[in-house]
């Protein structure tokens, strides 16, 4: 059966960062999503697309704007009953706050509650898909992956290896991590929508024979991505300098044990030096920006316009609970934030695009969700673009779908997200 749903529509045409926002966007005042299949069979003019499908199913959003679900590319689910932890830089942060909350996810009970929890939340918050860490736990995994799948969700995760500077309980080894990587790996990459993302945490926390077990399991599964941290602090770069002294830089210690890549997702990389920057663009690895986490923890400004305008892909985050919101709009207002602290302000059109498309783009998921065209999983979230009396007062007079959308993007919360859905389904709440 085919669906019709009904209101403003918004789809990129190409990569706002290369070239003018207007040429980068399709807009439709009055449009429509045609969904056959749990994909997207159209975009376009609303009263076309009703006139050539009188059979389907209408649910009409009014002035809602549809638009592709939020993709949250670097997330720690285990996180989410320790966000906003106060007073921290990170290494402080992770041992004092941190670890002791991923300790209580040997108890697959609690992993179950927390991933489902996490999930509803991140729906509510308009985002369909997210990449996410788990904890050392096995558990931590099955539980993020099961819940994902009764919700219907696209989701890519995996388990986090650590095998040193962690407390008991919270080290596996460099066989252990290989070995329960492989199975999860096994058992979930490709199943439904879900895909396995091998996770060493950072150098930091792994030794280098970890890093070489983990090297040799993405040389053995190379369709998988590969997630870590990057250069976020300057003490932590330090830090990784004194445990990895023969490298050449931090990226380096991934580098030197095949952990660079294509398919490899660094999140934070603010504080890169002019060697990383030019092994990164060859190797085309995506660069993950968490602004609430990077203000959160205080780890400094990434300069994303310049590495989206070069053409490196970048994805956006909320870095839950390093970062201190599990919204996307939240999200979009700290990019424009720390833009403007850089003297280089994003276009709304940009920030969308890093939320959506550009997420996708570096999760390698760009022929299947974040965007609105036809031929994608028909992942969606339709926004109120005056879902407070604070909002509505703004955009009373707006001229542009940009003047309309702006204030949402800086002002919004889940009060905005009007509809969220998956595969042309309206999304699932308390799916266990
Ligand atoms: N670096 C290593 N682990 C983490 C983490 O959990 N959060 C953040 N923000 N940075 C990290
Ligand atoms: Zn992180």
Redesign the pocket.
């Known amino acids: 059966m085919s669906r019709l749903i009904l209101g403003q529509t918004l789809s990129f045409t190409a990569d706002p960062f290369a070239v003018p926002h207007d040429e980068a966007v399709r807009h439709e005042r009055r449009g429509a999503v045609l969904v056959e299949d749990g994909r997207i069979a159209a975009v376009g003019p609303a009263d076309a697309l009703r006139a050539a499908h009188p059979q389907a199913q209408v649910t009409d959003h009014g002035d809602g704007l549809i638009l592709a679900g939020f993709v949250d590319s670097h997330v720690?689910y285990p996180?989410t009953a320790m966000i906003a932890s106060w007073g921290k830089r990170?290494i402080d942060?992770?041992n004092d706050y941190?670890f002791p909350e991923e300790m209580r996810f040997a108890d697959p009970d609690y992993a179950a509650e927390i991933a489902g929890r996490y999930l509803d939340i991140v729906l509510a918050n308009g985002t369909t898909t997210v990449c996410s860490?788990c904890t050392i736990h096995p558990e931590s995994v099955d539980a993020l992956f099961g819940a994902a799948e009764r919700r219907g969700m696209r989701i890519a995760a995996g388990k986090t290896c650590m095998d040193r500077n962690a407390p008991d309980g919270l080290r596996d080894s460099p066989a252990l991590a290989y070995d329960q990587s492989k199975a999860l790996l096994e058992k979930w990459h490709g199943k439904g929508r879900a895909g396995y993302v091998i996770t060493p945490?950072?150098s930091?926390?792994s030794t280098p024979g970890q890093l070489e077990a983990l090297g040799a399991l993405w040389a053995e599964n190379p369709g998988c991505l590969m997630q870590t941290?990057l250069s976020?602090q300057t003490d932590?770069i330090d830090w990784v300098r004194g445990l990895y002294p023969e490298a050449r830089d931090y990226l380096d210690t991934y580098e030197r044990f095949g952990l660079l890549g294509e398919r490899a997702l660094y999140?934070?990389a603010i504080w890169l030096e002019a060697r990383e920057i030019a092994r990164l663009a060859e190797t085309g690895a995506a660069l993950i920006h968490?602004p609430t986490?990077n203000t959160f923890?205080g780890?400094g400004l990434f300069p994303t316009r310049q590495h989206a305008v070069a053409g490196q892909p970048v994805g956006l985050a909320t870095?839950t609970g390093?970062?201190s919101s599990f919204s996307m709009l939240r999200t979009m207002a700290a990019a424009y934030e720390v833009g403007q602290l850089s003297g280089t302000p994003l276009h709304p059109a940009q920030l969308l695009w890093l939320a959506t498309a550009g997420s996708a783009r570096a999760m390698h998921l760009q022929d299947r969700i974040g965007n609105l065209e036809a031929g994608k999983e028909a992942d969606m979230v339709v926004l109120d673009l005056a879902s407070t009396p604070a909002i509505r007062q703004r955009v009373d007079e707006a001229e542009t779908i940009w003047e309309a959308l702006f204030p949402t993007i800086m002002m919004g919360d889940d009060r905005a997200v009007a509809a969220v859905y998956l595969e042309g389904a309206p999304a699932p709440r308390g799916a266990g």
């Open positions: 720690h996180q990170l942060w992770l941190t860490y945490r950072f930091p926390t941290h976020e932590e999140g934070h968490c986490s923890i780890s870095d390093g970062g």
